[in-house]
Each structure stands twice: as C-alpha cells, then as structure tokens.
C-alpha cells in the first residue's frame, strides 16, 4: 500500500545575520528560533495521531536539521532526495534590495515567467513531482513527509490547484515551518488537503528565498 497523505514541511528560520540570498550556498543552519519552529512543525504533525512511514529531505543544511524533530518524534532517518533542493539563482550571496538597485542585474530580470534569473519553475515542479510520487510508492503505509524549500513547494502548489507560475515572489504562502499537505487521487492527480503554519513566527527573518 502506498501513503495516505504527503506533507511538503518548509524548513525553520536561518541564520542569516547578513540577511542575503543564500540559495544552495553552504553554511546556512537553522537559527536557534528556527529550531524552534520545526520542532513546532514536527510536534504539529505528531498531533495529527496520524502515522509516518517515511522522511525526506533536501541535502542541504538547514533542511537536514528541520528534519531532525521528525527523527526524534517519529524514529525515522530522513533518505536525502536532491530533487526536493532549493533552486539555483544568479543572485546567491547578495543582498536583493541592492541587486536588484544595480542596473548591471536587470537582464536577469528580462523573463519573469521562466524565472530568467534561475532554474525554470516547470523543471522544479517536474523534479518535485517525481520525487513526491517516489515519497509516496516507497511509504508502506501512513502518511509521507518531505522537508523542502520555499520556492519547490510554493511551485508544487500551484501546479497542482492550475494557477499560473509566475508570481511575486514576496507573496507566497509559503511560511517559515509550513505544512503544505497533499493526497494522490486515484486518476494519478494531486489534490492539495491542508495548509497550516503551526510555527510561532513573530519577528522572524525571511529573506532567504527569492
């Protein structure tokens, strides 16, 4: 049998003192209240009384320690998955209020439906889908969880509700320790079941994504 459910877990907050871009760079750990927030995550799912059958994240740091709480709770070791990563970007290590007040980085900004400053938003959804019907054939039973990034599940969002890719990027619902939970119907098609944010987020800093 595969997965009942499958829960897209946004990472916690990172530190990120010099408040940059900080895309697939390394070093980028969860804060101290980012570790908060994917225990409240973790805890959260715990409270659904529902069982997990499997853990996936994405190679990098700060996602690697979101799932840490899901360990703890559910005694799984989450199966690193690079198709869950974060997408590439031309502006890694800036910061975006000045790239973007550079004439010099404008012609990354010539084609916003693409992205034409980074990975193409079909070729995330398509790397996201495999991965979450893997998640879910490869879950004996009870639900899945995958740990990812923003921009991946807020991309897996509206493929699967049919809205538009192209979006601002400072308007996802996509927030630090969010749940995006999901269900493959019969017809092979995901329906999207649940969105929650059960971190507490006051005066968090996210300015990680773009």
Partial sequence: M?????????HGEVHNPARVLYGRLPGYGL??????????????????????GSLVCSPLQRTRESSEPFTELF?????IDERVIEPTNVFEGR?????????????????????????????????????????????????AVIVSHQLPI???HLAVTGALMRHNPTQ??????????????????WSEIAYV??????GAVDVGAV
Wanted: charged letters at 30%; a neutral charge; glycine letters at 4%.
């Fill in 2 to 10: 595969p997965a009942d459910r499958l829960h897209l877990v946004r």
């Fill in 95 to 143: 910061r975006m209020k000045r790239a973007l007040t550079n004439p010099i980085n404008w012609r990354h900004l010539r084609s916003p439906d693409l992205p034409s400053w980074g990975e193409p938003y079909l070729q995330v959804v398509a790397r996201m889908d495999a991965a979450m019907r893997d998640a879910w054939q490869a879950t004996e039973s009870g639900d």
């Fill in 197 to 202: 944010e059960p971190a507490t987020l006051s």
């Fill in 172 to 189: 996802r619902r996509c927030a630090l320790s969010s749940i995006t939970s999901f269900a493959l119907d019969e017809d092979g098609t």
């Fill in 31 to 52: 804060s101290a209240d980012g570790r908060r927030m994917a225990r409240q995550a973790a805890e959260y799912v715990q409270s659904l009384e529902r069982p997990i």
């Fill in 75 to 79: 005694g799984l070791e989450p199966r």
């Fill in 154 to 156: 807020w991309v897996t």
